[in-house]
Every structure is written in structure tokens, then in C-alpha cells.
């Protein structure tokens, strides 16, 4: 406990016993002390914990119960945190209905209810018809979660898939929604999404591999024997991943395989589901596309001829090849196109530019040709806000013939807004406007835009939100959130549970680091690879520049990240221990050189386009262990760091963050808490339930409240 407040005496912790095992890669030799902490039979884990080797469960629930030691005078305020953020959630809330044809679908929970239901009503009407109740599947089971769910074209059935472990092995089943019983078709080790054929019968999903890896597509006919499914696609580079979607109009699926760089589209008429895959255009290194359809073209938004934050193309549909590619939308750098919607009438674009996004929507020029005329500029317009920083967000909906146009606007003070606009009378309706039961004033709250200088004259974009009245003069905790990998940008989004953290005293930021894209593609490729160090140091700038603006003081920050941000965060404990009062890191990817050396695990061969190959190339095998944040822990005064993993996380396996914190724990000369938490019951996104998942929150604000002081605030 920081301050006057001395801690109370803990059980010594658990000390996780040396059993070095070497290994020599590029002339350099390898010694990883506790790599018996990775279980053999992993997968077998990953179906059924109950068959983890005992001595790996004997460790971790060692660790668990020191933990729980170590947070037991934060209990009171744990059930406080859970109580308000609960609090915050409302009882019985409801998406907008998205119309389809004679129905509106919509999701919604009940009163004390943890997992949605589906649902929908007659076009235009009241009332709700209940096709799938999430509270009653998951009834007496550990874990459940909703993975994908798609309701037949003829709106008769509901394909749904559902993970009972947390390993992400998907169960998909099929309702009929006329009976509300499920059909006796059902499909293990599936991925969670799947689309239907225009024919109601036809089903296309994704097969998992023996290591956990999406290769295959499949066609399921109803009625027939799941041995007798037909493959459709298979992928033959381990590197790649496989994804299946279908365009608004109806007219396509597409099968996408792809890695962190790179893709390949196939496209199968969904009127003829037995028929043959149509190549849009063959992988190529570098090069990313996707596509979408209208009438007689594809419209295909691409970052060929060096458009490096993407330009927008049309193609004859039965030439879609990249030699047919006339530009619509010309690139322009700086501008990243991130998601293109096509309507009949209408193309809408989500783009960002300087950090901040915006809808920009054109007309389609009526009874067009494949050619620059496609688009009617003169009609063309944008939705964006005023506000420094704010997250927004678009849905396509069911629909490809209407004007109207659904998006959603928030900010770190805004609660989320959902609207519905016509393209073509340019008037918004909002649909629906987040409700606080417990209450929110936006008005007591400031949210800001900062740029920190990097360390090589970049300014990173951060995102501040605090309570008014907070001192601005340093003597306020500041917590630190960042992330920073595969281009994934993190929104200046709304978030009640933040909340609970700044009403007690902190100051939130989130550092817009390198390895994102909040300033364009660039962004992202100025943080992977050889430039990966850059994710690490614009982190540390950004912490250091609100230091000096007088915002944090150093050693008064409490920095967060999860998954690839947990490996951020493994990094700068490293390099910057005395930056930070505190680590959280949540599913933390912190044995990366490891995990990039064993080509078997689910996610290495795809991830070598994002840290490289150290297999194959000494370089990339260097680059990858001089940050390594497992492999560059040394004996050196670290901040508090807490961990939590996941038992059956196939993205981020229970043993790197176990091997992490056994490491740290030996080594560390700061006598700070150095504590590990794994849910036993979970994977990669811990907890199920909207509530359940919320105790996990509570916990790390716990941590971080308690490292700061402020468990009486």
C-alpha cells in the first residue's frame, strides 16, 4: 500500500523451481528455466482443463491463492468497484433493431440476466420474439460464450455457434425458429463465424486444424451427416488464416485468406452454392484488398500502386482481376480508408485522418458504367464531430436497397449515441443514447488531446479524460493504457467502467502509439518488424510527456495493456522500471521469442509478418530477443506487476505469463508485488458474462488503485 498505510505480512510466495532446458538458434544458445510450465498434452488443455498435468495446476493455484493473499485487503473496494460498474449497466438493454426484409433483429438481456438473448419482431412493430435465450444455454456451465450467429435467408432458421471452454473451439447448431428447438445438425471444432447460400439449407463455416488454426471451409447441406461435409477451400500455407463473409447485396460469398500483410479473395455465387470459386485477384506479398458488390461490379478498396492508406477501385464482376481495377477514390496519404459500405445507392467510406475518423458518403451514379464515372462527387458529404478526441463507428446493417445509414458516436466523456441517417434527405434520427442508471454528468468530466514527442521527432496522439476538480499539478495518479500492434487503433471510445478509476483520483490516458493506425498506415508499419522498438518508445515518451507538461509525476503512472499490449507492457517494465508505481498486464504475449521459435502453436506461423521470423532469419531472431520482455527480465528494482492469464487461451497460452512472473519474481530487487492471476475456466477474453467479466475489472482497479493509495478515496 503506498504511503503511510504499511501492508499487511504475506505468505511467502511461490517460487517456481529452475529446470533449465537449452536450445542453440543461429549460433546463440538458449536457456529457458521454466519452460516445463508449458503443459505437453497443451491442446488436449485447450478441449478439457481437467486433464492439465497436476504439478502446472499445483503452481498455478499456488500463485492464485498468493494473489488472492496479497489483494485481500482490497476486497471491500473490489465489491465496491463490481457494485458501481454493474451499477452502470443497464438492467434490461437492448440493441436497435436492424431491419431484414419482414423482421427487425435485435439482441437484448434481462434483468439480472449475464449472456443476450436474440431476438426479433415484425417490421415496423412492438413486442419481441425470442429465438435464442444466452442465460438459458448457459445455465450450470463454468464458461459459455456466443460466438458467430445468422439467420437464414428465408428467416426460418438461426445458425449460432457457442465456446464452452474459452478455447475459442466453436459448436455450431442450427434453431428452427418456427419450433424453437434445435435441429439435430451440429458441428464441432468450428470457428465461430459461418454464412448461408441464398437456398436456407446451405451452410459455409471454417474448420479448425489439430494446432488450432482456421485452413478450411466447409459446406454443410441440413439434414445430412456432418462426415459428409464438402471442402470447399483449403490453405495450404500455415501463414495464413481463412474468413468468410458475404456481400450486403446478397450476390457472394467470399472466403479471405490472409496474414498481417497480405490476401487472397475467392468469391462463390450464393445462389449456386455448389458451384466453383471465382479468384479475385492472387496473393502478393504486401498487398491487401478487400471487396464488395454492386449489380454488374465489384467495388474493391486496395493499397495497390503504393496507396499506402488504401484507394477504391470498381471491376467488372466477370473480370475482376487487378488489371480491370478502375480508380473511384483516389489515395490520398495521410487519409486511411478503414471500412468501405456498399449500398445501391450510395458508397459510404469510414476514413481517419490527422487521428480523428469520419463518414464520408457518396452517391452511386444511376445506370453506371465500370469507369471513373461510377461515383457523382457532387453529392458527396461527411458526418464528423467537434470535439478533440472521439471514437465513431459504422454498421451496414441487412439491407443493401435503403438510404439509411447507421452509425454510432461517443467520446472518453459522451456515452455512446446510435444513429440512423438518410443519405439521401441528409437528416439523422438517434435511435438510441447509452444509458447510466446510476447516473452520468458529462459535464464533470474533461477529455483532451495531447501530442507527445517521440524520440525521433514523431508526436504520438494522447487521449486524456479526468474529473474536474482533479489537481493538475502531478500529485494525481495517472493510469496508462496502450496496445500497438496489427494496426489496431484504440478509439477515444466512451468506457463507464473508467469511471470508477477517474472519480477516485486518476487521471486516464491512452497513448496512440506506433503499430496502430491513428496516423495512417504508416503508423502501423513504423511499429512492426525491424521498427517494433518504436511501439515500446513512443509509450515511454508518452508517459514521460505528461510528466513534463506536469500531469503525472514519474513513478505515479500505472500503465496497462492486454495481449500484445501485455507484451508493451512486459517491455517497458524492462526498459523504464522507474517510470512506473505499477504494471497490469492482461493476457500478456510476453515469451515472444519462444512462442516465435515453435512453429506448432495456433497463432506463430501467422504472427511472422508482424515480429518476424526468427527461425529462418538470424536478423529477425536478434531484433525479436533484444526486447522480448521474458528474455530481458534481469535483476533490477521492478514497479508492482500484476499478470492474468487464461487456462485455455489458445492466442496467448497460460505459460507465458506464468514463465513471466517466475522469472520476475527471482529476479526483481524491489520487493514490490510481483503477482499472477489465471482463470482456470477461461481463455483469451477471460470471464463469460456481462458481470462476471466486469469482477475481473475490478480487480486490476483495484491493484492499481491500492499500489496508488486510493483505496479509501
Known amino acids: 500500500m503506498h504511503g503511510p498505510n504499511p501492508r499487511p505480512p504475506?505468505?511467502?510466495?511461490?517460487?517456481?523451481?529452475r529446470r533449465p532446458v537449452t536450445s542453440v538458434h543461429h549460433s546463440v544458445t538458449l536457456t529457458d528455466d521454466y519452460g516445463w510450465l508449458r503443459a505437453d498434452n497443451w491442446q488436449d488443455v485447450m478441449r478439457d482443463p481437467a486433464v492439465l498435468d497436476p504439478e502446472v495446476r499445483a503452481y498455478l493455484e499456488a500463485e492464485n491463492a498468493y494473489t488472492a493473499a496479497a489483494l485481500a485487503p482490497t476486497e471491500a473496494l473490489q465489491a465496491a468497484l463490481f457494485a458501481e460498474m454493474k451499477g452502470r449497466l443497464k438492467p434490461d438493454d437492448t440493441s436497435v433493431p436492424a431491419p431484414d426484409g419482414p423482421y427487425e433483429y435485435f439482441s437484448n438481456f434481462v434483468a439480472g440476466g449475464q449472456y443476450p438473448r436474440l431476438c426479433r419482431r415484425p417490421r415496423g412493430d412492438e413486442g419481441e420474439e425470442v429465438l435464442l435465450d444466452g442465460n438459458a444455454e448457459a445455465a450450470g456451465k463454468a464458461y459459455w460464450d456466443l460466438g458467430g450467429k445468422a439467420h437464414s435467408p428465408d428467416h426460418t432458421l438461426?445458425?449460432?455457434?457457442?465456446?464452452?471452454?474459452g478455447s475459442e473451439m466453436f459448436t455450431i447448431r442450427f434453431r428452427d425458429l418456427a419450433t424453437g428447438h434445435d435441429l439435430a445438425d451440429e458441428i464441432p471444432d468450428a470457428r465461430g463465424d459461418m454464412q448461408w447460400a441464398n437456398d436456407s439449407r446451405t451452410l459455409f463455416?471454417?474448420?479448425?486444424?489439430?494446432?488450432?488454426?482456421?485452413?478450411?471451409?466447409?459446406?454443410?447441406?441440413?439434414?445430412?451427416?456432418?462426415?459428409e461435409d464438402v471442402l470447399v477451400y483449403e490453405e495450404t500455407d500455415i501463414g495464413y488464416y481463412v474468413a468468410i463473409d458475404k456481400t450486403l447485396s446478397g450476390k457472394f460469398l467470399i472466403i479471405d485468406a490472409h496474414d498481417h500483410q497480405s490476401n487472397e479473395i475467392h468469391l462463390l455465387d450464393a445462389d449456386a452454392p455448389e458451384g466453383e470459386l471465382r479468384l479475385v485477384e492472387r496473393r502478393e506479398h504486401g498487398h491487401e484488398y478487400q471487396v464488395?458488390?454492386?449489380?454488374?461490379?465489384l467495388i474493391v478498396t486496395t493499397n495497390s500502386e503504393g496507396a499506402e492508406d488504401f484507394r477504391i477501385a470498381a471491376a467488372p464482376v466477370f473480370a475482376p482481376g487487378r488489371a480491370n481495377w478502375r480508380e473511384i477514390v483516389a489515395h490520398k496519404p495521410g487519409r486511411l480508408i478503414l471500412?468501405?459500405?456498399?449500398?445501391?445507392?450510395?458508397?459510404?467510406?469510414?476514413?481517419?485522418?490527422?487521428?480523428?475518423?469520419?463518414?464520408?458518403?457518396?452517391?452511386?451514379?444511376?445506370?453506371i458504367v465500370v469507369d471513373r464515372d461510377i461515383l457523382d462527387p457532387a453529392g458527396e458529404h461527411e458526418i464528423a464531430f467537434a470535439e478533440e478526441a472521439y471514437s465513431l463507428s459504422t454498421s451496414e446493417g441487412y439491407e443493401f436497397k435503403t438510404t439509411t445509414l447507421r452509425f454510432t458516436y461517443s467520446s472518453m466523456t459522451t456515452p455512446a449515441e446510435t444513429y440512423d441517417y438518410d443519405m439521401a434527405a441528409r437528416t439523422r434520427t438517434l435511435r438510441k443514447r447509452q444509458e447510466i442508471p446510476s447516473g452520468h454528468n458529462a459535464d464533470d468530466y474533461v477529455t483532451r488531446r495531447l501530442f507527445a514527442p517521440a524520440k525521433d521527432g514523431e508526436t504520438v496522439p494522447v487521449s486524456i479524460l479526468y474529473r474536474k476538480g482533479t489537481p493538475l499539478d502531478g500529485s494525481a495518479p495517472l493510469f496508462l493504457y496502450g496496445y500497438g500492434s496489427y494496426g489496431i487503433s484504440i478509439p477515444a471510445a466512451f468506457s463507464t467502467n473508467r469511471l470508477s478509476l477517474?472519480?477516485?483520483?486518476?487521471i486516464y490516458a491512452i497513448a496512440h502509439i506506433r503499430g496502430g493506425k491513428d496516423k495512417g498506415y504508416r503508423w502501423y508499419t513504423d511499429g512492426k518488424l525491424d521498427r517494433k522498438l518504436n511501439t515500446f518508445t513512443d509509450f515511454i515518451a508518452s508517459g514521460e510527456h505528461l510528466v513534463d507538461v506536469g500531469l503525472a509525476r514519474r513513478g505515479r503512472i500505472v500503465a496497462n495493456g492486454g495481449s500484445a499490449g501485455g507484451m508493451l507492457m512486459g517491455v517497458v517494465a524492462n526498459m523504464a522500471p522507474d517510470l512506473f508505481l505499477g504494471i497490469i498486464a492482461d493476457v500478456p504475449f510476453v515469451d515472444v521469442l519462444n512462442t516465435m521459435l515453435d512453429k506448432d502453436l495456433p497463432l506463430t506461423p501467422p504472427e511472422w509478418p508482424e515480429w518476424g521470423n526468427p527461425i529462418a532469419s538470424a536478423r529477425e531472431f536478434e531484433i525479436i530477443r533484444s526486447y522480448s520482455p521474458y528474455d530481458n527480465v534481469e535483476a533490477k528494482a521492478y514497479p508492482h506487476i500484476f499478470a492474468y492469464g487464461g487456462l485455455t487461451d489458445p492466442r496467448v497460452t497460460y505459460w507465458e505469463p506464468a514463465k513471466w512472473i517466475?522469472?520476475?519474481?527471482?529476479?526483481?530487487?524491489?520487493?514490490?508485488?510481483?503477482?499472477?492471476?489465471t482463470n482456470m475456466e477461461a481463455g483469451h477474453g477471460g470471464a463469460s458474462g456481462r458481470f462476471e467479466r466486469l469482477r475481473e475489472v475490478a480487480l486490476d482497479y483495484a491493484f492499481a488503485l491500492d499500489v496508488a493509495g486510493l483505496t479509501d478515496a
Do not use: C, M, Q
Not at 474448420?207 to 445430412?224: A, Q, S
Not at 459500405?341 to 490527422?354: H, M, N, P, W
Not at 477517474?502 to 486518476?506: L, N, S, T
Open 158 to 165: 438461426l445458425a449460432y455457434a457457442v465456446d464452452e471452454k
Open 339 to 367: 471500412d468501405v459500405i456498399v449500398y445501391e445507392d450510395f458508397l459510404v467510406r469510414l476514413e481517419r485522418e490527422d487521428s480523428l475518423p469520419r463518414i464520408v458518403i457518396t452517391p452511386i451514379t444511376p445506370g
Open 292 to 297: 464488395d458488390h454492386h449489380w454488374s461490379h
Open 662 to 677: 517466475a522469472k520476475l519474481r527471482r529476479l526483481n530487487t524491489s520487493g514490490n508485488l510481483v503477482l499472477l492471476k
Open 502 to 506: 477517474v472519480d477516485r483520483g486518476f
Open 205 to 227: 463455416y471454417i474448420r479448425l486444424d489439430d494446432n488450432h488454426r482456421p485452413l478450411f471451409v466447409y459446406r454443410h447441406r441440413l439434414g445430412t451427416p456432418v462426415s
Open 10 to 17: 504475506l505468505p511467502s510466495p511461490p517460487r517456481a523451481e
